[in-house]
């Protein structure tokens, strides 16, 4: 498996992190802590076939922008291609994050993934995506946060399983479909 091993002491003073699919395009795993706590980073732009473990960006507190690659661009025979994951606190307290749309490669966003990002106020979800499951507390404490956008209809967004403790998203945010409001 293609694991990123990158520690911020290695990144530097670097303000934007681009990462591009291997040559045997398999999907990326980046690493638990990887960017833990990076001050420097500013902006990511990460392949489409990607999982973020556990607190990888958490506590980078000037990444304002992350990007991923368009899916289209790519063409991965892997297995593992449809079942990349955003891990729990993944992004935890990126404060100057403003905006996030999640790739439709991935299939689950983890308990905490975004949250107390508090400059988070843009959440767009597709409904062609892989996505099944997502924590009550991914958005826990974006206070900017109020609506999420999701390009599909109600019933789609009902199919994806929300676990974890806490409300469910519909009853923290305004979920707006291409149909209505759940």
Request: charged share 25%.
């Amino acid at each position: 498996s293609n694991f990123l091993l990158q520690f911020r002491y290695n990144f530097g003073y670097n303000r934007t992190l681009a990462l591009k699919e291997r040559i045997d395009e398999k999907p990326l795993f980046i690493a638990e802590r990887a960017f833990f706590a990076c001050s420097s980073m500013e902006r990511a732009f990460l392949p489409p076939y990607v999982s973020i473990n556990e607190f990888a960006f958490a506590n980078c507190f000037n990444l304002q922008n992350v990007s991923f690659e368009s899916v289209k661009r790519f063409q991965c025979s892997y297995e593992n291609c449809t079942k990349s994951y955003i891990g729990e606190y993944a992004f935890f307290r990126c404060i100057s994050l403003s905006s996030i749309e999640i790739p439709v490669t991935v299939r689950e966003i983890k308990q905490y993934a975004f949250g107390e990002c508090k400059r988070l106020e843009r959440v767009v979800l597709h409904a062609e995506s892989n996505l099944n499951v997502i924590d009550k507390t991914a958005f826990s404490s974006c206070k900017k946060l109020v609506e999420i956008s999701f390009n599909g209809t109600i019933d789609r967004f009902l199919q994806i399983e929300q676990v974890g403790i806490g409300e469910p998203l519909q009853q923290q945010f305004k979920i707006v479909c291409t149909d209505g409001v759940v």
